[in-house]
């Protein structure tokens, strides 16, 4: 559904003073809202389908058309007020749901996707929009530079965290994360993996017991670590339940040169 561009004015000499009024079958109406109640009542008559369609039609258009337009003043507002991508980017769908061969929604939806580090997704959000938005729109050209410097930037992405000095990377993994909290990150990349796994002070102790309290989806199981960190395990413990298996069969096969102690605890007791 297309939404109108401009406002139609029902009437040439609007006193600026007063509320413009909308004129339907002789009827004057101050609000939409005493359209659709007009317009109920006449649909209960049965005799005047084809006029209740065409005013149902009407109003549809009117209100997608107001929609529309309220959700471009609101955009800026939101993002003076730092609200977050979610909030803004359903705003961005919304408006080109509701006007898909506009090119408003997908400008405002690619440029968020930008600014916040999905390059990929703005270079689909710009490719729709190209596909979708007639030659003729005013502003088609800048969807081309928006899927040009989406596809740009995705091609200069580079590992920050990696380019840190290793005595840096240590102070931020050793001091503001868990090694619950790091693991899922051992699988981001082969460098991110290296630069964990090879934290000597990070894996002197294993409590599995903690570490498996209330896995969570994406959590990655203690054992699937341990032959990659069992040089730098000197206290272990591991819990008493169906994984403990799974946990000492990869202790004869690992490396454990460094481990003082092990400990197997079940109940808040160990043995």
């Known amino acids: 559904m297309q939404i109108p561009t401009e406002c139609e004015s029902t009437s040439n000499n609007v006193d600026s003073a007063t509320p413009e009024k909308k004129v339907m079958n002789n009827i004057e109406y101050d609000t939409i809202w005493e359209q659709v109640t007009d317009i109920a009542e006449q649909a209960l008559d049965g005799d005047q ?3 209740t369609l065409e005013r149902i039609q009407s109003i549809l258009n009117e209100t997608n058309r107001i929609a529309f ?5 609101r955009s800026p507002l939101l993002a003076r007020k730092n609200k977050g991508l ?4 359903n705003d961005a769908n919304y408006m080109i749901y509701l006007a898909p061969k506009s090119s408003v929604g997908y400008l405002r939806a690619g440029r968020l ?3 916040y580090g999905y390059q990929h997704r703005a270079f689909f959000i710009f490719s729709r929009g190209l596909q979708l938005v007639p030659r003729s729109d005013e502003q088609y050209d800048l969807l081309t ?6 596809q740009s930037r995705a091609k200069k992405r580079f590992d920050i965290l990696s380019r840190l000095p290793l005595d840096v990377r240590h102070e931020i993994t050793d001091n503001y994360f868990s090694q619950k909290e790091l693991t899922p990150f051992t699988r981001v990349c082969s460098s991110w993996r290296e630069m964990i796994i090879n934290d000597s002070k990070l894996w002197k102790q294993i ?4 570490w498996n309290d209330k896995p969570k989806e994406g959590d990655i199981p ?4 341990l032959p990659s960190i069992s040089h730098h395990i000197q206290e272990l413990e591991l819990p008493l339940n169906s994984k403990t298996s799974r946990y000492m069969n990869n202790i004869p096969t690992s490396n454990f040169e460094n481990l003082q102690s092990m400990k197997i605890a079940a109940s808040g007791k160990a043995f």
Do not use: F, M, P, S
Not at 69 to 73: G, R
Not at 86 to 89: G, R, S, T, V
Not at 207 to 210: P, T
């Open 145 to 150: 530079q928006g899927k040009n410097e989406a």
């Open 207 to 210: 409590h599995a017991v903690e």
């Open 49 to 51: 389908d084809d006029a």
């Open 86 to 89: 979610k909030e803004q980017l």
């Open 222 to 225: 203690v054992h699937t670590l």
């Open 113 to 115: 996707c930008i600014d």
């Open 69 to 73: 337009e309220l959700l471009k003043t």
